[in-house]
Nanobody, 112 residues
Framework: QVQLVESGGGLVQPGGSLRLSCAVS????????MGWYRQAPGKQRELVAA???????NYADSVKGRFTISRDNAKNTVYLQMNSLKPEDTAVYYC??????WGQGTQVTVSS
């Protein structure tokens, strides 16, 4: 059974940073398409960043230059480093593996 467990969310002031983690069990992140999504209240879930097996990455325009997706194959974990956070980044952040597997989500709140 594949399980994805996110952590690292919290409350941060505008301009601050957070690093989200997605620990995976039951599958291997290095050969999977891994993505971070977010959903703000009243809005649709949107792709924030993705990384493919070859290592190429893709980002939503709204986070380019501020967020970085990476993976640690030894720890079977994917990360989302978020810098220069803005109030509009407030959302529940979800990790996704391939087409079917989602984590439970972690809340990120950017507020002064």
């Amino acid at each position: 059974q594949v399980q994805l467990v996110e952590s690292g969310g919290g409350l941060v002031q505008p301009g601050g940073s957070l690093r989200l983690s997605c620990a995976v069990s039951g599958s291997i992140v290095s050969i999977a398409v891994m993505g971070w999504y977010r959903q703000a209240p009243g809005k649709q879930r949107e792709l924030v960043a993705a990384i493919i097996p070859g290592g190429s990455t893709n980002y939503a325009d709204s986070v380019k230059g501020r967020f970085t997706i990476s993976r640690d194959n030894a720890k079977n974990t994917v990360y989302l480093q978020m810098n220069s956070l803005k109030p509009e980044d407030t959302a529940v952040y979800y990790c996704k593996m391939n087409l079917n597997w989602w984590g439970q989500g972690t809340q990120v709140t950017v507020s002064s």
